[in-house]
Protein backbone atom coordinates (compact mmCIF):
# COMPACT_ATOMS: atom_id res chain seq x y z
CA UNK A 1 0.00 0.00 0.00
CA UNK A 2 2.70 2.40 0.78
CA UNK A 3 4.83 1.63 -2.55
CA UNK A 4 1.42 2.23 -4.63
CA UNK A 5 1.24 5.53 -2.68
CA UNK A 6 4.66 6.99 -3.30
CA UNK A 7 3.77 6.18 -7.02
CA UNK A 8 1.16 8.29 -7.12
CA UNK A 9 2.56 11.00 -5.75
CA UNK A 10 5.74 10.21 -8.28
CA UNK A 11 2.51 10.48 -10.83
CA UNK A 12 1.05 13.32 -9.42
CA UNK A 13 4.01 15.40 -9.11
CA UNK A 14 5.38 15.02 -12.94
CA UNK A 15 1.86 15.88 -13.71
CA UNK A 16 2.01 19.12 -12.11
CA UNK A 17 5.36 19.88 -13.24
CA UNK A 18 4.21 19.38 -16.87
CA UNK A 19 1.20 21.81 -15.90
CA UNK A 20 3.49 24.28 -14.40
CA UNK A 21 5.52 24.10 -17.63
CA UNK A 22 2.43 24.67 -19.93
CA UNK A 23 1.29 27.76 -17.81
CA UNK A 24 4.46 28.99 -17.70
CA UNK A 25 4.75 28.74 -21.54
CA UNK A 26 1.15 30.19 -22.08
CA UNK A 27 2.33 32.97 -19.60
CA UNK A 28 5.40 33.85 -21.18
CA UNK A 29 3.62 34.38 -24.63
CA UNK A 30 0.96 36.97 -23.74
CA UNK A 31 2.08 39.55 -21.53
CA UNK A 32 -0.31 41.63 -19.42
CA UNK A 33 -0.40 45.50 -20.03
CA UNK A 34 0.97 46.16 -16.43
CA UNK A 35 4.26 43.75 -17.48
CA UNK A 36 4.14 45.63 -20.87
CA UNK A 37 3.97 49.13 -19.33
CA UNK A 38 7.10 48.29 -16.89
CA UNK A 39 9.26 46.00 -18.67
CA UNK A 40 10.70 45.77 -22.19
CA UNK A 41 9.22 42.98 -24.14
CA UNK A 42 11.84 40.66 -24.97
CA UNK A 43 11.30 40.95 -28.83
CA UNK A 44 10.02 44.66 -28.69
CA UNK A 45 8.95 43.72 -32.80
CA UNK A 46 6.85 40.87 -32.19
CA UNK A 47 4.10 42.37 -29.19
CA UNK A 48 0.73 40.81 -28.45
CA UNK A 49 -1.91 43.03 -27.17
CA UNK A 50 -5.51 41.95 -25.56
CA UNK A 51 -7.60 43.96 -23.73
CA UNK A 52 -11.03 46.18 -24.26
CA UNK A 53 -10.94 49.38 -25.59
CA UNK A 54 -11.32 52.40 -23.22
CA UNK A 55 -10.88 55.19 -25.68
CA UNK A 56 -10.31 56.01 -29.23
CA UNK A 57 -9.09 59.25 -31.08
CA UNK A 58 -9.34 59.70 -34.80
CA UNK A 59 -7.27 62.00 -36.97
CA UNK A 60 -6.82 62.40 -40.20
CA UNK A 61 -3.23 60.24 -41.23
CA UNK A 62 -3.65 58.23 -37.90
CA UNK A 63 -6.12 56.71 -34.86
CA UNK A 64 -5.03 56.67 -31.18
CA UNK A 65 -6.77 53.83 -28.84
CA UNK A 66 -6.44 53.36 -25.34
CA UNK A 67 -6.75 49.70 -24.30
CA UNK A 68 -6.90 48.33 -21.19
CA UNK A 69 -6.59 44.62 -19.86
CA UNK A 70 -7.51 45.39 -15.80
CA UNK A 71 -4.06 44.83 -14.75
CA UNK A 72 -3.09 48.26 -14.53
CA UNK A 73 -5.31 51.92 -13.97
CA UNK A 74 -3.00 53.00 -16.56
CA UNK A 75 -4.04 52.23 -19.99
CA UNK A 76 -1.63 51.52 -23.11
CA UNK A 77 -1.64 53.40 -25.67
CA UNK A 78 -1.81 51.99 -29.66
CA UNK A 79 -1.28 54.05 -32.62
CA UNK A 80 -3.22 52.89 -35.91
CA UNK A 81 -4.54 53.24 -38.94
CA UNK A 82 -7.63 55.43 -39.56
CA UNK A 83 -8.51 52.28 -41.73
CA UNK A 84 -7.72 50.10 -38.49
CA UNK A 85 -9.70 51.83 -36.21
CA UNK A 86 -12.64 52.21 -38.03
CA UNK A 87 -14.77 49.41 -36.28
CA UNK A 88 -13.25 50.13 -32.73
CA UNK A 89 -15.43 51.68 -30.26
CA UNK A 90 -15.33 51.89 -26.49
CA UNK A 91 -15.86 48.72 -24.65
CA UNK A 92 -14.88 46.30 -27.87
CA UNK A 93 -12.52 43.32 -26.78
CA UNK A 94 -9.26 43.44 -29.22
CA UNK A 95 -6.16 41.90 -30.23
CA UNK A 96 -3.11 44.30 -31.33
CA UNK A 97 -0.48 42.78 -32.92
CA UNK A 98 2.57 45.25 -33.75
CA UNK A 99 6.14 46.67 -32.14
CA UNK A 100 7.06 48.50 -29.16
CA UNK A 101 8.18 51.80 -29.91
CA UNK A 102 9.50 54.83 -27.89
CA UNK A 103 6.80 57.50 -28.06
CA UNK A 104 7.23 61.36 -29.15
CA UNK A 105 5.56 62.15 -25.67
CA UNK A 106 7.21 59.99 -22.97
CA UNK A 107 5.98 62.00 -20.38
CA UNK A 108 2.68 60.49 -20.98
CA UNK A 109 4.07 57.20 -21.91
CA UNK A 110 7.43 55.94 -22.76
CA UNK A 111 6.78 53.58 -25.70
CA UNK A 112 3.16 53.01 -27.59
CA UNK A 113 2.60 50.13 -29.85
CA UNK A 114 2.01 50.51 -33.60
CA UNK A 115 -0.44 48.13 -34.58
CA UNK A 116 0.71 45.88 -37.17
CA UNK A 117 -2.70 43.48 -37.59
CA UNK A 118 -6.16 43.98 -35.59
CA UNK A 119 -8.25 41.26 -34.43
CA UNK A 120 -11.91 41.99 -32.76
CA UNK A 121 -12.51 39.66 -30.65
CA UNK A 122 -16.16 40.98 -29.42
CA UNK A 123 -17.94 43.64 -30.39
CA UNK A 124 -19.25 46.29 -28.47
CA UNK A 125 -22.35 48.52 -30.11
CA UNK A 126 -21.10 52.14 -29.05
CA UNK A 127 -24.92 53.16 -29.27
CA UNK A 128 -25.77 50.76 -26.41
CA UNK A 129 -22.23 50.34 -24.39
CA UNK A 130 -23.16 51.96 -20.68
CA UNK A 131 -19.76 52.72 -19.61
CA UNK A 132 -18.70 55.87 -21.95
CA UNK A 133 -15.33 57.83 -21.45
CA UNK A 134 -16.87 60.63 -19.03
CA UNK A 135 -17.43 60.40 -14.75
CA UNK A 136 -19.82 57.75 -13.48
CA UNK A 137 -21.20 58.13 -10.19
CA UNK A 138 -20.44 55.60 -7.98
CA UNK A 139 -24.98 55.03 -7.44
CA UNK A 140 -25.03 55.18 -11.25
CA UNK A 141 -21.99 52.40 -11.30
CA UNK A 142 -23.75 50.23 -8.93
CA UNK A 143 -27.26 49.39 -10.96
CA UNK A 144 -24.58 47.52 -13.08
CA UNK A 145 -22.08 45.64 -10.88
CA UNK A 146 -21.37 43.22 -13.69
CA UNK A 147 -19.83 45.86 -15.77
CA UNK A 148 -18.15 48.01 -13.31
CA UNK A 149 -15.21 46.71 -12.60
CA UNK A 150 -14.20 47.81 -16.43
CA UNK A 151 -14.08 51.13 -14.83
CA UNK A 152 -9.82 51.32 -13.96
CA UNK A 153 -9.77 52.67 -10.32
CA UNK A 154 -13.21 49.69 -9.65
CA UNK A 155 -10.24 46.90 -11.09
CA UNK A 156 -7.60 48.27 -8.98
CA UNK A 157 -10.18 47.92 -5.99
CA UNK A 158 -10.54 44.27 -7.22
CA UNK A 159 -6.18 43.61 -7.76
CA UNK A 160 -5.78 45.38 -3.68
CA UNK A 161 -8.52 43.03 -2.78
CA UNK A 162 -6.38 40.54 -4.46
CA UNK A 163 -2.96 41.36 -3.09
CA UNK A 164 -4.68 41.98 0.71
CA UNK A 165 -5.50 37.60 0.41
CA UNK A 166 -2.18 36.87 -0.87
CA UNK A 167 -0.20 39.30 2.07
CA UNK A 168 -2.56 37.58 4.79
CA UNK A 169 -2.23 34.09 3.11
CA UNK A 170 1.72 34.14 3.22
CA UNK A 171 1.16 35.93 6.79
CA UNK A 172 -0.51 33.17 8.53
CA UNK A 173 1.25 30.44 6.41
CA UNK A 174 4.63 32.14 8.45
CA UNK A 175 3.50 32.15 11.43
CA UNK A 176 2.12 28.60 11.40
CA UNK A 177 -2.03 28.75 11.17
CA UNK A 178 -3.72 25.97 9.34
CA UNK A 179 -6.74 27.73 6.53
CA UNK A 180 -9.45 26.37 6.89
CA UNK A 181 -13.27 26.52 5.35
CA UNK A 182 -16.05 26.71 7.78
CA UNK A 183 -19.50 26.23 6.72
CA UNK A 184 -22.40 28.81 5.64
CA UNK A 185 -25.16 26.95 6.37
CA UNK A 186 -25.13 27.12 10.45
CA UNK A 187 -27.66 25.74 12.78
CA UNK A 188 -26.46 28.76 15.56
CA UNK A 189 -27.15 32.80 15.88
CA UNK A 190 -23.18 33.40 17.15
CA UNK A 191 -23.86 36.84 18.00
CA UNK A 192 -27.50 35.95 19.05
CA UNK A 193 -28.67 39.44 17.89
CA UNK A 194 -31.22 37.67 16.21
CA UNK A 195 -30.15 39.13 12.38
CA UNK A 196 -30.07 36.20 10.53
CA UNK A 197 -31.23 34.93 6.92
CA UNK A 198 -33.35 31.53 7.11
CA UNK A 199 -32.03 28.90 4.80
CA UNK A 200 -34.77 27.13 3.46
CA UNK A 201 -35.99 25.45 0.17
CA UNK A 202 -39.02 26.53 -2.37
CA UNK A 203 -41.23 23.76 -1.32
CA UNK A 204 -41.74 22.55 1.92
CA UNK A 205 -42.42 17.99 2.10
CA UNK A 206 -44.84 16.42 4.49
CA UNK A 207 -44.74 16.70 8.03
CA UNK A 208 -44.39 14.03 10.45
CA UNK A 209 -43.37 13.32 13.59
CA UNK A 210 -40.06 13.26 13.20
CA UNK A 211 -40.10 15.80 10.39
CA UNK A 212 -41.01 19.07 10.24
CA UNK A 213 -41.11 19.36 6.24
CA UNK A 214 -37.98 21.42 5.75
CA UNK A 215 -35.28 20.17 4.29
CA UNK A 216 -32.83 20.24 7.20
CA UNK A 217 -35.80 19.20 9.63
CA UNK A 218 -34.86 21.93 11.80
CA UNK A 219 -34.68 25.91 11.39
CA UNK A 220 -31.04 26.55 9.68
CA UNK A 221 -29.31 29.89 8.96
CA UNK A 222 -26.50 31.64 6.62
CA UNK A 223 -23.91 32.23 9.26
CA UNK A 224 -22.95 35.59 11.13
CA UNK A 225 -19.52 34.16 12.32
CA UNK A 226 -17.67 30.98 11.81
CA UNK A 227 -16.02 31.20 15.13
CA UNK A 228 -17.59 28.82 16.93
CA UNK A 229 -16.59 26.32 14.06
CA UNK A 230 -13.08 27.76 14.72
CA UNK A 231 -12.84 27.32 17.82
CA UNK A 232 -13.39 23.07 17.63
CA UNK A 233 -10.99 23.21 14.42
CA UNK A 234 -8.64 25.01 16.76
CA UNK A 235 -8.65 21.91 19.33
CA UNK A 236 -7.62 19.84 16.26
CA UNK A 237 -5.20 21.47 14.38
CA UNK A 238 -4.06 24.35 16.74
CA UNK A 239 -3.77 28.19 15.84
CA UNK A 240 -6.67 28.17 13.03
CA UNK A 241 -7.96 31.10 10.40
CA UNK A 242 -10.96 31.66 7.44
CA UNK A 243 -11.77 33.99 5.44
CA UNK A 244 -15.15 33.57 4.53
CA UNK A 245 -18.60 35.45 3.80
CA UNK A 246 -21.34 36.27 6.19
CA UNK A 247 -24.36 37.22 6.46
CA UNK A 248 -26.36 39.77 8.18
CA UNK A 249 -30.00 40.51 7.88
CA UNK A 250 -29.94 43.83 9.44
CA UNK A 251 -31.63 46.56 7.78
CA UNK A 252 -28.62 49.26 7.77
CA UNK A 253 -28.41 51.21 5.01
CA UNK A 254 -25.37 53.07 5.91
CA UNK A 255 -22.36 53.20 3.95
CA UNK A 256 -20.29 50.80 6.43
CA UNK A 257 -22.76 47.77 6.46
CA UNK A 258 -23.88 45.39 3.68
CA UNK A 259 -25.92 41.78 3.79
CA UNK A 260 -23.38 40.12 2.72
CA UNK A 261 -19.42 40.71 3.41
CA UNK A 262 -16.47 39.06 3.90
CA UNK A 263 -14.86 38.30 7.79
CA UNK A 264 -11.19 37.20 7.97
CA UNK A 265 -11.34 35.34 11.32
CA UNK A 266 -8.67 33.91 13.68
CA UNK A 267 -8.48 31.41 16.43
CA UNK A 268 -5.56 31.41 18.94
CA UNK A 269 -5.24 27.82 20.89
CA UNK A 270 -3.56 27.35 24.39
CA UNK A 271 -2.90 31.17 25.44
CA UNK A 272 -3.96 33.17 28.44
CA UNK A 273 -3.63 36.64 27.23
CA UNK A 274 -5.62 38.77 24.90
CA UNK A 275 -2.11 40.58 24.85
CA UNK A 276 -1.68 37.03 22.16
CA UNK A 277 -4.56 37.85 20.33
CA UNK A 278 -4.29 41.80 19.61
CA UNK A 279 -0.96 41.05 18.60
CA UNK A 280 -2.20 38.28 15.63
CA UNK A 281 -4.80 41.37 14.53
CA UNK A 282 -1.62 43.72 14.37
CA UNK A 283 0.91 41.60 12.20
CA UNK A 284 -2.74 40.70 10.04
CA UNK A 285 -3.22 44.52 9.26
CA UNK A 286 0.57 45.30 8.79
CA UNK A 287 0.72 42.29 6.17
CA UNK A 288 -1.86 44.21 4.03
CA UNK A 289 -0.32 47.68 4.36
CA UNK A 290 3.49 46.57 3.94
CA UNK A 291 3.13 46.34 0.29
CA UNK A 292 1.04 49.58 0.31
CA UNK A 293 3.51 51.09 2.04
CA UNK A 294 7.00 50.29 0.33
CA UNK A 295 5.17 51.41 -3.36
CA UNK A 296 3.48 48.04 -4.66
CA UNK A 297 1.67 48.49 -8.18
CA UNK A 298 -1.74 49.23 -6.29
CA UNK A 299 -0.45 51.06 -3.74
CA UNK A 300 0.79 53.40 -6.52
CA UNK A 301 -2.34 53.73 -8.58
CA UNK A 302 -4.24 53.64 -5.46
CA UNK A 303 -2.28 57.22 -4.55
CA UNK A 304 -3.42 58.67 -8.03
CA UNK A 305 -6.79 58.75 -7.27
CA UNK A 306 -6.55 59.88 -3.46
CA UNK A 307 -7.50 63.05 -2.13
CA UNK A 308 -5.48 63.95 -0.30
CA UNK A 309 -2.85 61.22 -0.99
CA UNK A 310 -1.10 62.18 2.17
CA UNK A 311 -4.09 60.76 4.34
CA UNK A 312 -3.85 57.58 2.59
CA UNK A 313 -0.10 57.35 3.04
CA UNK A 314 -0.52 58.55 6.82
CA UNK A 315 -3.43 55.15 7.28
CA UNK A 316 -0.76 52.62 5.42
CA UNK A 317 2.01 53.43 7.62
CA UNK A 318 -0.14 53.57 11.31
CA UNK A 319 -0.33 49.54 9.98
CA UNK A 320 2.87 49.01 10.70
CA UNK A 321 2.98 51.13 13.85
CA UNK A 322 2.14 48.82 17.75
CA UNK A 323 -1.58 50.34 18.06
CA UNK A 324 -2.53 52.15 20.99
CA UNK A 325 -4.53 50.63 23.78
CA UNK A 326 -7.41 52.15 26.27
CA UNK A 327 -10.03 50.01 28.01
CA UNK A 328 -13.96 51.15 27.48
CA UNK A 329 -14.06 52.71 30.89
CA UNK A 330 -11.37 54.97 29.88
CA UNK A 331 -12.83 55.68 26.46
CA UNK A 332 -15.89 56.48 28.40
CA UNK A 333 -13.66 59.13 30.36
CA UNK A 334 -12.14 60.62 27.53
CA UNK A 335 -15.82 61.32 25.83
CA UNK A 336 -17.64 62.51 28.78
CA UNK A 337 -14.59 64.71 29.36
CA UNK A 338 -14.67 65.94 26.11
CA UNK A 339 -16.57 69.64 24.96
CA UNK A 340 -17.54 68.00 21.78
CA UNK A 341 -21.38 67.64 21.26
CA UNK A 342 -22.56 63.88 20.37
CA UNK A 343 -25.64 63.05 19.22
CA UNK A 344 -25.71 60.09 21.90
CA UNK A 345 -24.62 60.50 25.42
CA UNK A 346 -21.97 58.27 26.19
CA UNK A 347 -22.42 56.25 29.43
CA UNK A 348 -20.79 53.32 30.85
CA UNK A 349 -22.32 50.15 29.98
CA UNK A 350 -23.82 51.58 26.81
CA UNK A 351 -22.34 50.61 23.68
CA UNK A 352 -20.11 53.02 21.45
CA UNK A 353 -21.99 54.94 19.23
CA UNK A 354 -20.15 55.29 15.33
CA UNK A 355 -19.69 59.05 16.77
CA UNK A 356 -17.99 57.75 19.71
CA UNK A 357 -15.50 55.15 18.45
CA UNK A 358 -14.82 58.07 15.45
CA UNK A 359 -13.93 60.14 18.40
CA UNK A 360 -11.89 58.03 20.17
CA UNK A 361 -9.75 56.70 16.53
CA UNK A 362 -9.04 60.60 15.95
CA UNK A 363 -8.11 61.37 19.33
CA UNK A 364 -5.86 58.19 20.17
CA UNK A 365 -4.61 57.18 17.10
CA UNK A 366 -3.33 60.14 15.15
CA UNK A 367 0.72 60.79 15.18
CA UNK A 368 2.91 63.50 13.19
CA UNK A 369 3.07 61.38 10.17
CA UNK A 370 0.31 58.34 11.17
CA UNK A 371 -3.15 57.36 11.61
CA UNK A 372 -2.90 54.18 13.92
CA UNK A 373 -5.80 51.99 14.36
CA UNK A 374 -6.79 52.15 18.77
CA UNK A 375 -7.88 49.11 20.69
CA UNK A 376 -10.51 49.70 22.83
CA UNK A 377 -10.58 46.65 25.50
CA UNK A 378 -12.45 45.04 28.30
CA UNK A 379 -16.49 45.90 27.77
CA UNK A 380 -19.03 45.59 30.24
CA UNK A 381 -19.80 41.72 30.12
CA UNK A 382 -23.38 43.11 30.19
CA UNK A 383 -23.28 44.02 26.82
CA UNK A 384 -21.00 41.57 25.30
CA UNK A 385 -21.84 37.66 24.11
CA UNK A 386 -22.10 34.72 26.30
CA UNK A 387 -19.29 33.38 25.14
CA UNK A 388 -16.49 35.59 26.34
CA UNK A 389 -14.23 35.62 29.41
CA UNK A 390 -14.75 37.58 32.25
CA UNK A 391 -11.94 39.51 32.99
CA UNK A 392 -9.86 38.51 35.92
CA UNK A 393 -9.84 42.03 37.71
CA UNK A 394 -12.64 44.72 37.63
CA UNK A 395 -12.22 47.99 37.01
CA UNK A 396 -14.02 50.78 39.74
CA UNK A 397 -15.72 47.04 40.49
CA UNK A 398 -17.16 46.54 37.57
CA UNK A 399 -17.68 43.26 35.50
CA UNK A 400 -16.19 43.42 32.05
CA UNK A 401 -15.04 40.66 30.07
CA UNK A 402 -11.81 39.88 27.93
CA UNK A 403 -12.26 41.56 24.75
CA UNK A 404 -11.65 44.22 22.40
CA UNK A 405 -12.68 46.28 19.52
CA UNK A 406 -10.15 47.82 16.88
CA UNK A 407 -10.86 51.26 16.03
CA UNK A 408 -10.31 53.66 12.69
CA UNK A 409 -11.43 57.00 11.11
CA UNK A 410 -14.32 56.43 9.27
CA UNK A 411 -14.88 53.15 9.16
CA UNK A 412 -15.04 52.77 12.91
CA UNK A 413 -14.73 49.27 13.71
CA UNK A 414 -13.05 46.95 11.86
CA UNK A 415 -12.12 44.19 14.44
CA UNK A 416 -13.97 42.77 17.18
CA UNK A 417 -11.86 39.79 19.46
CA UNK A 418 -12.16 38.09 22.70
CA UNK A 419 -10.81 35.53 25.13
CA UNK A 420 -13.48 32.29 25.11
CA UNK A 421 -14.74 30.85 28.31
CA UNK A 422 -13.17 27.81 28.00
CA UNK A 423 -14.65 26.14 31.05
CA UNK A 424 -17.89 24.19 31.56
CA UNK A 425 -19.56 25.56 34.19
CA UNK A 426 -19.14 29.30 33.57
CA UNK A 427 -20.33 28.63 30.26
CA UNK A 428 -23.83 27.24 31.40
CA UNK A 429 -24.11 29.96 33.95
CA UNK A 430 -23.70 32.72 31.08
CA UNK A 431 -25.96 30.97 28.61
CA UNK A 432 -28.41 30.54 31.44
CA UNK A 433 -27.81 34.32 32.37
CA UNK A 434 -28.64 35.25 28.73
CA UNK A 435 -31.73 33.26 28.45
CA UNK A 436 -30.62 30.79 25.76
CA UNK A 437 -31.03 27.75 28.47
CA UNK A 438 -32.90 27.28 31.24
CA UNK A 439 -31.95 28.05 34.82
CA UNK A 440 -31.20 25.18 37.40
CA UNK A 441 -28.24 22.51 37.37
CA UNK A 442 -26.19 20.93 34.37
CA UNK A 443 -28.77 21.71 31.21
CA UNK A 444 -29.93 18.18 29.45
CA UNK A 445 -28.88 17.55 25.64
CA UNK A 446 -32.13 18.71 25.00
CA UNK A 447 -32.36 21.86 26.83
CA UNK A 448 -28.93 22.65 24.77
CA UNK A 449 -30.32 22.77 21.54
CA UNK A 450 -28.15 23.51 18.64
CA UNK A 451 -25.41 24.31 20.81
CA UNK A 452 -24.86 21.03 22.80
CA UNK A 453 -21.80 20.76 20.10
CA UNK A 454 -20.13 23.75 21.26
CA UNK A 455 -20.65 22.95 25.11
CA UNK A 456 -19.45 19.72 24.21
CA UNK A 457 -15.89 21.49 23.35
CA UNK A 458 -15.75 22.62 27.31
CA UNK A 459 -16.32 18.69 28.55
CA UNK A 460 -13.10 17.10 26.40
CA UNK A 461 -9.82 18.70 26.83
CA UNK A 462 -10.66 22.45 26.59
CA UNK A 463 -7.99 25.04 26.77
CA UNK A 464 -7.71 28.86 27.11
CA UNK A 465 -8.27 30.56 23.92
CA UNK A 466 -9.22 33.92 22.29
CA UNK A 467 -9.45 34.46 18.31
CA UNK A 468 -11.34 37.68 16.28
CA UNK A 469 -13.13 38.73 13.29
CA UNK A 470 -11.78 41.58 11.15
CA UNK A 471 -14.47 43.13 8.70
CA UNK A 472 -12.26 42.42 5.32
CA UNK A 473 -14.51 44.71 3.12
CA UNK A 474 -14.26 47.57 5.92
CA UNK A 475 -10.28 47.04 5.97
CA UNK A 476 -10.05 47.48 2.44
CA UNK A 477 -12.49 50.29 1.84
CA UNK A 478 -9.92 52.35 4.80
CA UNK A 479 -7.16 51.66 3.13
CA UNK A 480 -8.42 52.98 -0.06
CA UNK A 481 -9.50 55.95 1.11
CA UNK A 482 -13.22 54.78 -0.46
CA UNK A 483 -15.55 56.40 1.80
CA UNK A 484 -18.71 53.65 0.86
CA UNK A 485 -18.10 49.88 1.82
CA UNK A 486 -20.07 48.87 -1.59
CA UNK A 487 -17.63 49.86 -4.01
CA UNK A 488 -14.79 47.84 -2.69
CA UNK A 489 -17.24 44.59 -2.92
CA UNK A 490 -17.92 43.12 -6.45
CA UNK A 491 -21.65 42.75 -6.40
CA UNK A 492 -22.63 44.28 -3.22
CA UNK A 493 -25.55 43.14 -1.45
CA UNK A 494 -27.66 45.61 1.07
CA UNK A 495 -31.35 45.89 2.00
CA UNK A 496 -33.37 46.34 -0.80
CA UNK A 497 -30.65 45.49 -3.47
CA UNK A 498 -29.59 42.07 -4.34
CA UNK A 499 -28.87 42.74 -8.47
CA UNK A 500 -26.75 40.29 -10.67
Known amino acids: MVQHGARLVRCLGQAFKGCRAIHTKADNSRLTIARILEEKPADPTDVVVTGFIRSIRNQKQRSFASIGDGSSLEPLQALLTPAQAQSLSTGTAVRFMGSWRPSPNPKAQSHELHVVDVDIIGPADPATFPLQKKYHTPEYLRTMPHMRTRIPINSTLLRLRSDAIAAVTSMFYEHGFAQTHTPIITSSDCEGAGEVFNVGTSRQGPKTEDDDGTFFRAPKYLTVSSQL ?69 VGNELLQNAAPETELLRRWRGGSRDFPRVTYTEAIRVLQSSTHQFEHEPKWCSGLQAEHERYIANELGNSSNATIPVFVTHYPKAIKPFYMLPSATSEDGLETVDCFDLLVPEACEIVGGSMREHRLEPLIRSMQANKMIPPGPMPTDEELGELKWYVDLRKWGS ?26 VTFPRWVGRCDC
Open 229 to 297: HLEALAQSVGNVWTLSPTFRAEKSDTARHLSEFYMLEAEVIFTETMDDVMQVVQNTIGAVTKGLETGSR
Open 463 to 488: VPHGGFGLGFDRLLAYLAGVPNIREV
